[in-house]
């Protein structure tokens, strides 16, 4: 009869790595501190076992559904933006920047827009081509810039934004008159006196007459035609301004834009504006497209040297670019057409806007210094019955407002916070469990390979084996694998996680105090509307 011995060997070898398996198996079973494992291995029927490993089993794939709940909030929806705890002093934030534009564009005795259009149009046909280009070729003089009014001086101003910023705000230690400009209450009000000579004003050129009063950021361009206070003609009107400032706390400048849903000036650079702000990047997301589309620009556009200003016989390619950009924004084609991939106009991070609250009455120029001044100076009444004047008054409705701002809805402290908890609820893990896993399925191996059987160390006083005692039937995750006759490597390894644990248990508490102390209140928007 022949044994092969090789075979003998190899089973030998094989029923030996059994048993060490079985034998690490139930080690790791007995000395878990995650809930569950410890019925596994402890001398329970078949019966047992399947229920209980069945029972772990369900727990760990409830806690997995769970922490991906949690992941995908914090993944997508980090951001909550929310009422500031404190109220803002309006002299903490600069004065609107205030932009008049007239309806009145140009002198009568200069260009006649109504005299001119019956000299081309006299029925109420529609105009053939030709006579539409005739027209348009009269007017197209008006947008090269000084033929119309070169005689016109304008204002020029130049100071410089140095001691504000919208991320940072003013300065410490900036004066109060400072630039750019700060105001507190009517006191404080600008008042601006607009005339106008009633010669021209062409209602056949515009149905609005009057002024439009656009109330900015110092760091905006100001857009007349997207959002404006209209001052009629012979009305004095008063504009309470309520600040409107949104603001973003650091901690979220580690989130990308994407996630935050917003840049931070640093994050994004303009071609034609110094600083970023929606405003700025649709403007000149605006101006690229209809360069791309017209081969020219609106007269109002930033414009690079050498770019052709856009005739008034190419209005109708500006208007149609307008809204051919819009129609490609709303189907999200920009960027696959290669047109503007730089037209992604997220809101900035810190922005400021000035919501306004008008009132007005009758102004009769003309009736009040008849009656202070037509003794004195007769000629002025005449010269003011030839103009029509408006008088506008801007100010700040109140010393302070509550301003928004972004937070971390879900942090990272959160995410940890709800994800221990999970495992905790449906495991019993905590982070020293992560680290026996991590122990039992490295470390413990190779030392159970190379351990060698020696005398145990005797207990030489009563306070080592209270100690001993204590790791033995704690329920502290971690001691036990202290006092468990374990060798001085795995002793020392244990104690560092601990002591690990602690103090970032510690810490965490500690950043929990920190916000309950320091930010207990949130003023939020209700989610529900509220009847009237």
Request: with cysteine; charged share 20%.
């Amino acid at each position: 009869m022949h044994i092969d011995t090789r075979a003998l060997k190899s089973y030998h070898s094989l029923g030996s790595k059994w048993r060490n398996v079985k034998k690490f198996v139930r080690e790791f079973c007995t000395e878990s501190t995650i809930h569950g494992l410890r019925n596994i291995e402890a001398g329970k029927t078949i019966l047992e076992r399947l229920w209980w490993l069945t029972v772990v089993v369900l727990s760990v794939l409830a806690c997995g559904m769970l922490i991906q709940k949690v992941y995908h909030k914090w993944a997508n929806n980090p951001v909550i933006v929310s009422y500031d705890d404190t109220a803002t002093k309006v002299w903490t934030i600069p004065f609107p920047a205030i932009t008049v534009c007239p309806e009145a564009k140009f002198k009568v005795d200069v260009m006649n827009f109504t005299e001119a259009f019956y000299q081309h149009f006299h029925s109420s046909k529609i105009l053939d081509k030709k006579s539409q280009d005739r027209l348009m070729a009269m007017l197209q003089d008006m947008f090269n810039e000084g033929v119309l009014h070169s005689e016109y001086e304008y204002l020029t101003e130049t100071n410089s934004a140095t001691n504000w910023t919208l991320e940072n705000g003013y300065a410490p230690g900036t004066p109060f008159s400072t630039h750019p400009l700060r105001a507190s209450g009517y006191a404080s009000r600008l008042r601006l006196n607009l005339a106008s000579f009633k010669s021209n004003v062409e209602a056949h050129c515009a149905e609005e007459q009057g002024f439009k009063v656009v109330l900015h950021s110092p760091d905006e361009y100001p857009l007349p035609f997207a959002k404006y206070v209209l001052l009629s003609l012979d009305r004095d009107i008063n504009i309470a301004i309520r600040p409107q400032i949104l603001t973003t706390s650091k901690e979220l400048a580690s989130y990308s834009p994407a996630r935050r849903q917003c840049y931070f000036s640093h994050e994004r650079t303009l071609k034609f504006f110094r600083v970023y702000n929606q405003n700025n990047c649709e403007l000149e997301c605006l101006t690229n497209y209809t360069l791309a589309n017209c081969g020219c620009v609106k007269f109002s556009m930033p414009r690079s040297a050498g770019t052709r200003i856009c005739s008034t016989a190419e209005q109708r390619c500006i208007i149609e670019a307008r809204y051919g950009m819009l129609k490609a924004l709303s189907q999200n084609r920009l960027n696959n057409d290669g047109l503007m991939s730089e037209c992604d106009c997220m809101s900035a991070c810190n922005s400021i806007q000035y919501l306004t609250e008008v009132t007005q009455s009758t102004y009769d120029t003309v009736q009040t210094v008849s009656l202070r001044l037509k003794p004195l100076l007769p000629q002025l009444l005449k010269l003011m019955e030839s103009v029509t004047s408006s008088k506008v008054s801007v100010f700040f409705k109140g010393a302070e407002f509550l301003s928004t701002r972004r937070n971390e809805l879900f942090g990272l402290t959160d995410f940890v916070a709800n994800c221990g908890g999970i495992l905790g609820l449906c495991l019993g893990i905590s982070f020293v469990s992560l680290v026996e896993l991590l122990y039992y399925c490295t470390v413990r191996p190779v030392l159970m390979a190379r351990k060698s059987t020696g005398p145990q160390s005797k207990i030489r006083d009563g306070l080592r084996a209270l100690l001993k005692e204590f790791c033995t039937d704690t329920t502290i995750h971690g001691l036990r694998n202290i006092e468990s006759g374990r060798s001085l490597l795995e002793w020392l390894w244990w104690l560092v996680v601990v002591v690990l644990s602690v103090c970032c248990c510690a810490m965490l508490i500690q950043k929990v105090y920190n916000k309950w102390g320091s930010n207990p209140v949130i003023v939020s928007l209700d989610d529900t509307p509220t009847k009237i």
